[in-house]
């Protein structure tokens, strides 16, 4: 077992992984999701930030991710970046990020298995 799991940290090692100088990453649904939710961080930290951030996440719209989690780049256009999450509770999903997010290891590009995020 700890064979396995050596080889699984070996290869998470070689690939990015999403940070954006919080504890969690906001993982969207859609490009259009991304940019709502970076009009929100916009608002500053009071009570219409927090509730738009909710809003986001409570109509699915999008995810939250650890920091640091680990991803293969599956495409980008523009400035965003359509990711795969590898490990952690949201391992297996799809989502948009700001492609400035994706930072580290030279990033792996995958092939999307059902061509949409989550």
């Given amino acids: 077992m700890l064979a396995v799991e050596a080889a699984e940290d070996a290869r998470l090692a070689k690939l990015p992984s999403i940070v954006n100088q919080m504890a969690a990453v906001f993982v969207a649904s859609d490009i ?3 940019q709502q939710y970076q009009a929100a961080l916009t608002l500053g930290g009071g009570l219409e930030a927090r ?6 996440v409570t109509f699915g719209c999008g995810f939250l991710a650890d920091a640091g989690t680990h991803v ?3 495409s980008r256009q523009g400035t965003y970046a359509l990711v ?16 400035t997010w994706v930072k580290g290891a030279s990033p ?6 059902n061509g949409k995020a989550k």
């Fill in 72 to 74: 293969s780049l599956i």
């Fill in 84 to 99: 795969h999450i590898e490990n952690g509770a949201q391992a297996g999903n799809n989502g948009w990020v700001p492609a």
């Fill in 51 to 56: 509730k738009k951030l909710s809003e986001l």
């Fill in 32 to 34: 259009k999701c991304s």
């Fill in 108 to 113: 792996a590009t995958r092939t999307p298995t």
